[in-house]
């Protein structure tokens, strides 16, 4: 079954400090791999996305890394920002599943 | 201004009424997309579709309708509304001639829908 696994599910980090939020798919056949960021009360926004070939993308303080082989993916967020407080969803094609999504929250 | 717009934004509703949610989009997008959101759960995709009269269903689309009679506007209706179809509803939008190999999604702000 084609499914797409986030976690942790939520995650409280302090302000500028970093953190690394994880996606573990199933899906098959893959096509890529998308990160979007979704503020309370809005749509998702893209942020990045990595076809088969590519195994890193990076958006200012948001990298993405994608290892194929073991159907894992990470967005690593750098000097973190109270502004990146949010759900970051997961999505992952061909099927196009989305996951479940990551809460984070900046603290002063 | 918004590309991707929604109304309503909230909408409360009682068991067995019929609701219409609206999209409208000035990206001049021909893929349209319905999706809901529950907490906890992934978006799933409701209804899609690649162009004027084209419509397609997508992993739950039973208990709902679509029509999409322009390019620039695709509407979901609940012919019937029951208490589990309480949900956000994402309108989406993509062009996969910009790129296609990734096909990105532009979503609008969501309908808050309530069925009691």
């Known amino acids: 079954k084609n499914q797409v696994e986030q976690s942790p599910q939520s995650l409280i980090i302090l302000e500028g400090k970093n953190c690394t939020l994880q996606c573990n798919y199933t899906v098959s056949p893959f096509s890529n791999l998308r990160w979007y960021k979704q503020d309370t009360g809005r749509g998702p926004v893209s942020l990045t996305i990595m076809t088969f070939s590519e195994n890193t993308k990076s958006n200012g303080r948001y990298t993405a890394t994608l290892d194929a082989d073991t159907k894992q993916s990470s967005l690593h967020i750098t000097a973190s920002q109270l502004s990146d407080s949010a759900s970051y969803i997961c999505?992952?094609?061909?099927?196009?599943?989305f996951g479940a999504g990551t809460r984070l929250t900046v603290k002063p | 201004d918004a590309d991707v717009t929604q109304t309503p934004r909230n909408r409360i509703t009682k068991t067995g009424k019929r609701i219409m949610l609206e999209c409208s989009q000035t990206?001049?997008?021909?893929?349209m997309y319905w999706y809901r959101q529950d907490p906890g759960l992934g978006l799933r995709l409701i209804y899609y579709s690649f162009d004027v009269k084209d419509i397609n269903k997508g992993e739950i689309s039973d208990g709902y309708s679509v029509s999409r009679q322009a390019q620039a506007k695709f509407s979901l209706s609940l012919e019937s509304a029951i208490p589990n179809q309480t949900a956000l509803y994402f309108c989406?939008?993509?062009?996969?001639?910009?790129?296609?190999?990734?096909?990105?999604?532009?979503f609008g702000p969501g309908t808050r829908l309530t069925v009691l």
């Open positions: 989406a939008t993509s062009d996969p001639e910009a790129s296609a190999s990734t096909d990105t999604q532009y």
């Open positions: 990206k001049g997008h021909d893929r």
């Open positions: 999505v992952v094609s061909g099927d196009m599943r």
